[in-house]
C-alpha cells in the first residue's frame, strides 16, 4: 500500500470501513483526487482506491440538497 505522506496537506484521504454479514470487517482508503465534473445539485470526482490503484468515479451530494422531494426522487431513479 502507498504510504499516505505522499500526498499533500491539500489531498483528500477517505476511508471506507463495513462489516460484512460474516462479521468480517472490510477497510478500504481512497485519494480523492480531480473533479471530474459537476451538476445542478452535485460534483463527480475522481477517487483512487489506495491498495489496488484503482481509479474509480464517485457522485457526491450534499445532504441538505436530499430535503427536496422531487431531488431525492431524481437521484434513486
Given at each position: 500500500?502507498?504510504?499516505?505522506?505522499?500526498?499533500?496537506?491539500?489531498?483528500?484521504?477517505?476511508q471506507e470501513?463495513?462489516?460484512?454479514?460474516?462479521g468480517?470487517v472490510?477497510?478500504?482508503?481512497?485519494?480523492k483526487?480531480?473533479?471530474?465534473?459537476?451538476?445542478?445539485?452535485?460534483?463527480?470526482?475522481?477517487?483512487t482506491?489506495?491498495?489496488?490503484?484503482?481509479?474509480?468515479?464517485?457522485?457526491?451530494?450534499?445532504?441538505?440538497?436530499?430535503?427536496?422531494?422531487?431531488?431525492?426522487?431524481?437521484?434513486?431513479?
Open positions: 500500500m502507498e504510504s499516505l505522506e505522499s500526498f499533500g496537506k491539500s489531498d483528500t484521504i477517505i470501513k463495513f462489516t460484512k454479514p460474516s468480517e472490510i477497510e478500504r482508503v481512497y485519494y483526487g480531480r473533479m471530474v465534473g459537476e451538476g445542478g445539485f452535485a460534483q463527480c470526482y475522481e477517487f482506491n489506495m491498495e489496488i490503484h484503482k481509479v474509480y468515479a464517485a457522485k457526491i451530494i450534499n445532504k441538505a440538497v436530499l430535503k427536496n422531494k422531487q431531488v431525492r426522487h431524481k437521484v434513486t431513479l
